[in-house]
């Protein structure tokens, strides 16, 4: 009998929206003080220099704006889960990369951008409203609701990406990473449904998945176990899964515990 379905998470919108801003203001704040200097350091992301993550980040938040400017697309329901949205990702990566390279080329004082798509989004995304309104992404129709969701994710992991690069330590809002923690961990979930392996992200998420004998008492005998950083990027490709392994990063006990061919999520 194939494992019965659990009803999608739900996710509180003026929660989310708050926990948008609040990771993005801590961006904000970060790339304000980077030297010139820095702005053209390195990434793990390609071609692409701290500059054009930066840029990333600020057309990330502005296409709430944008798609919102948009006419609200026909019902009865949003055409893309937020559960299959990670994977619907990597067919728009190359268009993405031109616009943020075009953006990053066009804006170079990124403090002006970070103003004016903040402005834009409070202005768009008023705290009395909400998050029923369906819009059209590059991706497909999402709830609005569901759309800042993944806003948490590309701050997060952008914001990581960042740190990564240069060294610094901009703080991660805790309900931005709880909510792209969870995503992730249930778009695993749904990609491999099943309850023969357990994977815990404390303190944010635990699911089950892969098909076998379901785990109903005691302590589960295939257990995945990281943490929130480590995580996301597992899911999103920052690091493979043998690397994690080898440094102690993520724990796997028992033997379908391998999560190596459902990794990456996204690209």
């Not at 009998?1 to 929660?15: E, S, V």
């Not at 904000?28 to 992301?45: F, H, K």
């Not at 500059?51 to 026909?74: D, I, K, Q």
Request: charged share 25%; with cysteine.
């Amino acid at each position: 009998m194939p494992p019965a379905k659990k009803r999608p998470r739900a996710y509180d919108h003026l929660r989310t929206r708050t926990a948008v801003l609040a990771q993005f203001a801590h961006v904000r704040d970060a790339v304000a003080a980077l030297t010139p200097e820095q702005l053209e350091r390195p990434t793990r992301l390609g071609d692409w220099t701290v500059r054009e993550v930066a840029a990333h980040v600020a057309m990330g938040l502005g296409s709430v704006s944008r798609f919102l400017a948009l006419p609200e697309p026909p019902g009865p329901g949003p055409g893309l889960t937020l559960l299959r949205w990670p994977s619907a990702t990597a067919a728009h990566a190359a268009r993405i990369s031109e616009d943020v390279e075009g953006l990053a080329a066009d804006r170079p004082d990124l403090t002006a951008v970070y103003e004016e798509v903040e402005a834009a989004f409070r202005a768009d995304v008023p705290a009395s409203g909400t998050g029923e309104r369906l819009i059209s992404t590059r991706v497909g129709t999402m709830r609005l609701t569901d759309f800042l969701v993944t806003r948490t994710v590309e701050l997060t992991v952008h914001t990581d990406d960042l740190n990564t690069a240069l060294g610094l330590e901009i703080p991660y809002d805790r309900q931005a990473l709880a909510a792209s923690t969870r995503l992730l961990a249930d778009a695993l979930a749904d990609r491999a449904p099943g309850g023969s392996v357990e994977v815990r992200v404390p303190p944010f998420a635990v699911v089950q998945c892969i098909e076998g004998p379901r785990h109903t008492r005691g302590t589960p005998p295939n257990v995945v176990e990281t943490g929130p950083l480590t995580w996301l990027r597992l899911a999103t490709g920052r690091i493979r899964w043998a690397r994690a392994l080898a440094d102690a990063e993520v724990s796997a006990s028992g033997e379908r515990a391998d999560l190596d061919a459902l990794l990456p999520l996204m690209g």
